[in-house]
């Protein structure tokens, strides 16, 4: 099963299932097909409710297009704003919708989906588009994913822990004073991939990089560093911090045994 890196708000990059055409077109199919249903429904009640009032034909040629629009956007939209990213079809397959960090997608990305499925599937009426635009992205986004920022996963398989970084005590106290509003994701990133391959770097590269990411992160914090301690302790301080206000974790739970720990011997 492909996978993609999503990095999250608090910079924790965690590998998710992309979902590809086959499982894509099966959740399609079975949305389809309800979505049919209900337009057939709502197509016979407003033909019924219009015979009963003696309205013009007109009214009812209006009645069938709110039907049909109602079946093939108001569908979707709905379902995938109140469920978090999953309709009907995605629910029985075992996907969901999520935005482009990882994060539950709201009406703005569902609704920029649902209209833009007009492009996708209805242009042409054989879903050539999306299928083209799928096959040409990497994460298999077809036009109205794109538009929204979005990209469909699997919902069912089981997602690793994201390793966290284990601030040193010394320094606890004077990353909790910083204001981290200035550091961006990029950077924040970066930081995190620094510690990750730590162990894997020679002791030139490890000073050399750590050295120039302390001062990128605390130029962006407007903050010296503290004076006496490696960059992978104060690049781990920071790393910790900017983390532990994004995801606080839980009252009387130990850390998670996956957690980088930023252990070096303070210097002298």
């Known amino acids: ?16 299932p992309i979902a590809r055409i086959p499982t894509r077109a099966a ?14 429904v709502l197509v016979l009640l407003f033909e019924a409710l219009l015979v009963w009032i003696g309205a013009d034909p007109a009214w009812r040629d209006a009645a069938v297009l709110v039907a049909m629009v109602s079946a093939l ?25 999520v935005r482009a960090d990882g994060g539950p997608i709201d009406f703005r ?6 209209l833009a ?18 096959l040409c992205s990497p994460r298999a986004r077809r036009v109205g994913d794109v ?11 089981r997602l690793p822990f994201a390793a966290l970084a284990a601030p040193p005590p010394w320094l606890a106290g004077w990353a909790r004073q910083l204001d981290l509003s200035g550091l961006s994701d990029e950077l924040a990133l970066s930081t995190r991939q620094y510690l990750l391959r730590f162990r894997t770097l020679t002791p030139e590269v490890q000073d050399r990089l750590g050295r120039m990411l302390v001062i990128a992160v605390c130029m962006s914090l407007r903050t010296p560093p503290p004076n006496g301690y490696p960059p992978l302790q104060i690049l781990g301080a920071v790393l910790a911090e900017r ?17 980088v720990p930023v252990t070096a011997l303070r210097s002298a």
């Open 243 to 259: 983390q532990r206000r994004a995801i606080p974790p839980p009252p009387f739970v130990r850390q998670h045994p996956t957690a």
């Open 73 to 97: 956007i108001g569908y979707p939209v709905l379902f995938e704003t109140f469920s978090r990213g999953r309709s009907v079809g995605k629910m029985a397959v075992g996907l969901r919708v």
């Open 147 to 157: 538009l929204a920022g979005t990209v469909v996963v699997h919902d069912r398989s």
């Open 109 to 114: 990305h569902a609704v920029t989906r649902g």
């Open 27 to 40: 959740a399609f199919l079975l949305d389809l097909l309800l979505q049919t249903v209900i337009g057939t």
């Open 1 to 16: 099963m492909d996978t993609a890196l999503f990095t999250t708000g608090e910079a924790v990059a965690v590998e998710l």
């Open 117 to 134: 499925g007009i492009v996708d599937f209805w242009i042409l009426g054989t879903g050539l588009i999306a299928v083209v635009v799928s």
